[in-house]
């Protein structure tokens, strides 16, 4: 599982700050259908299937969420901040 991230946007008033847990969105996506009870739908085992296919790429392919996530956001003024787990 990828560390967590934490994103801080300085402006003039102050800093933003966004904490991303599971850097990982596959993850996150696929434990969101575990936690669901009961009989998946049609469009839920679908998407189970989906991001099965893309998670074995992202392994196969050695996708870097984390730093996935710093060049998406750094066109929007954040830079990467300390987080507990470092």
């Known amino acids: 599982m990828d560390k967590?991230?934490?994103l801080?946007?300085?402006?003039k008033d102050g800093a933003?700050?966004?904490i991303i847990w599971n850097a990982n969105p596959v993850?996150?996506?696929i434990k969101s259908l575990d936690e669901i009870e009961g009989k998946l739908t049609h469009t839920e085992m679908?998407?189970?299937q989906t991001l099965d296919v893309i998670e074995y790429a992202s392994e196969e392919l050695n996708i870097d969420w984390k730093k996935m996530y710093l060049?998406?956001?750094?066109?929007?003024?954040?830079v990467e901040g300390?987080?507990?787990d470092e």
């Not at 801080?8 to 402006?11: A, S």
């Not at 060049?71 to 954040?78: I, P």
Request: hydrophobic share 25%.
């Open 4 to 6: 967590g991230l934490h």
């Open 8 to 11: 801080i946007k300085y402006t």
């Open 16 to 18: 933003t700050s966004r």
């Open 27 to 29: 993850e996150r996506l």
């Open 46 to 48: 679908v998407l189970r």
């Open 71 to 78: 060049e998406l956001y750094r066109d929007a003024g954040y």
């Open 82 to 84: 300390q987080t507990e």
